[in-house]
């Protein structure tokens, strides 16, 4: 077991890596169950690209300062809800083909501005994360967008479900459909910058949306897969953290390889829809 | 008056798909809405909820709260949801975003789910439900939602012949009770039967009434004579408002 412990128990920035982990799940995951029950898992994937170019100005204004990338990151990742969301609601284009089209440039912005200046070991700090380097003040803003995170979801949550299962009728009660989907929106980018301190922004994405999917497999109720997605996340910290120490592997792929490990068991052997469930029925009842 | 609609224009891309609508609903009737396809019956339920702004003319609508059952619902019968909390949902004007769903909201619920013969489907989740269970779901709903007005766009359609008796005695409940109802149907002879007033719409109002006097061969064979397509050459719509006129 001491294979298990060790690590932990004797190397600081190993717990500084695992509360990183946890608080980025904490927050990240149940965001990520939404953004998959909404049909927009790949909104998240999109968004993640679109914060690019503001890190990236927070990079060129300040080096590899976690306030500035993550104020320029936050900025730049509103600026493309905030478009896409107004683009659909005001001409023919629909929000999938606008968060596209705002996202693709917003990318190139980014990677022009993070070629500008600098060499491809910090691109590759921006794009994979740091998460054996979580310092004081990162760990700090973790937590807090967790904190807020977790708040803001418990005081929305009726009018969040609701605008995902029938948003006609959330629209003709009251006028929370609006609201609700851009301060969603708003945590989606919160909790992707969050997540690139630590894994990167192109892995940030794969803590919120491995989990939820593999979650999928064992719920059908909404509070059964937060419960689920947050359990894959905790094992798939410890385990990809763990992967990354004794075998030298790049902590954040291997976190999110880890993740998608345990979706992939999921999608084979869980009891709700899975591979298993369709090809190995269990007896059916009398009624 | 529960409903006072004044040189109602409704339409899409300029076309009208109802036309210089005057209409006047007496508090607590339940009138029928009859007309071919086309006719801009779902349109004028979509101007009545504020879905769709109007072209032109006015709505006044003399009751506090209204309850919508639309034709094609946007419900994502995957999202996992149980049927009482969905149900539930019927009480926002009650708890809002944040209200508490206590004991006896809890009542209501099971009442609502024995009202539409549901009782002991409220933790099955909405995914496992046939049609005809959904339909009986949505009416569930529309009890909780304790409204004045009540707008149902095609409620028996696709449904057994039970489970739509079942429904129409809901709706009859509700005139009971005094509510307006207002509903898009296509069965004539169950209009006949069970609703004392009807709107023949045909883009424009053929007749307005008791069913009877509405349900003429002559108003039917009208209301049939309506062309259903819009025609992109037409002049701009000069028509004098009507107001005062009905």
Not at chain 1, 160 to 170: G, S
Request: aromatic share 6%; glycine share 10%.
């Amino acid at each position: 077991m001491s294979w298990l412990i060790d690590p932990f128990a004797d190397f600081v920035f190993m717990q500084r890596a695992l509360l990183g982990c946890i608080a980025i799940s904490l927050g990240a995951t149940p965001v990520g169950v939404f953004l998959l029950l909404r049909r927009m898992s790949l909104t998240g994937d999109a968004m993640a690209h679109a914060i690019l170019p503001g890190a990236a100005v927070g990079y060129l204004v300040a080096g590899l300062n976690l306030g500035a990338m993550t104020i320029g990151g936050v900025v730049a990742g509103l600026i493309v809800a905030v478009l896409t969301g107004a683009v659909a609601r005001f001409t023919a284009l629909r929000e999938d083909a606008s968060l596209a089209a705002f996202y693709l440039i917003s990318l190139a912005l980014g990677v022009l501005l993070v070629s500008l200046k600098g060499s491809n070991v910090d691109l590759m700090h921006v794009l994979f994360g740091t998460v054996l380097a979580l310092d004081d003040a990162a760990l700090t803003l973790l937590c807090a967008i967790t904190t807020f995170t977790l708040v803001a979801l418990a005081m929305v949550f009726r009018p969040l479900v609701l605008e995902c299962a029938d948003p006609r009728f959330l629209a003709s009660v009251s006028r929370w459909s609006g609201p609700v989907h851009f301060l969603f929106l708003g945590l989606v980018v919160l909790n992707l910058v969050a997540g690139f301190q630590a894994l990167g922004t192109l892995m940030a994405v794969g803590i919120m949306i491995l989990p939820a999917a593999a979650a999928r497999f064992w719920a059908n109720s909404i509070g059964g897969m937060l419960a689920v997605a947050a359990t894959v996340v905790a094992v798939s910290s410890v385990a990809g953290l763990l992967a990354s120490f004794h075998a030298g592997l790049p902590s954040g792929p291997a976190i999110i390889l880890a993740a998608g490990t345990l979706y992939l068991l999921s999608l084979a052997f869980g009891p709700s829809g899975s591979l298993a469930a369709r090809y190995w029925p269990r007896a059916h009842l009398e009624a | 008056m529960a409903l006072r609609i004044r040189d109602l224009t409704l339409g899409y891309d300029r076309h009208p798909a109802v036309h210089h609508l005057d209409l006047d609903l007496a508090p607590g009737s339940l009138t029928a809405v009859v007309g071919p396809n086309g006719a801009g019956k779902s349109t004028l339920l979509k101007g009545l909820t504020g879905e769709l702004a109007p072209l032109e003319g006015c709505i006044d609508r003399g009751v506090a709260r209204l309850a919508y059952l639309p034709q094609l619902s946007e419900v994502d019968r995957s999202f996992p949801i149980a049927v009482g909390a969905f149900v539930a949902m019927g009480l926002w004007h009650r708890v809002g975003a944040f209200g508490r769903v206590g004991g006896q909201d809890a009542a209501r619920v099971a009442e609502a789910l024995a009202a539409v013969g549901l009782t002991g489907f409220d933790k099955r989740p909405i995914s496992a439900l046939s049609g005809g269970q959904v339909q009986r779901v949505m009416f569930a709903r529309l009890l909780l939602q304790d409204a004045d007005l009540i707008l149902l766009d095609e409620p028996f359609t696709a449904l057994d012949i039970k489970t739509a008796a079942d429904l129409l005695a809901v709706v009859q409940r509700w005139h009971g009770q005094g509510r307006t109802v207002l509903a898009v149907l296509h069965d004539i002879e169950a209009v006949r039967r069970h609703f004392p007033e009807t709107l023949l719409l045909a883009r424009e109002k053929v007749a307005h009434g008791a069913t009877d006097t509405v349900l003429t061969a002559e108003n039917l064979f009208r209301a049939r004579q309506m062309s259903e397509a819009f025609d992109d050459t037409a002049n701009v719509c000069v028509r004098p408002a009507t107001r005062g006129a009905a």
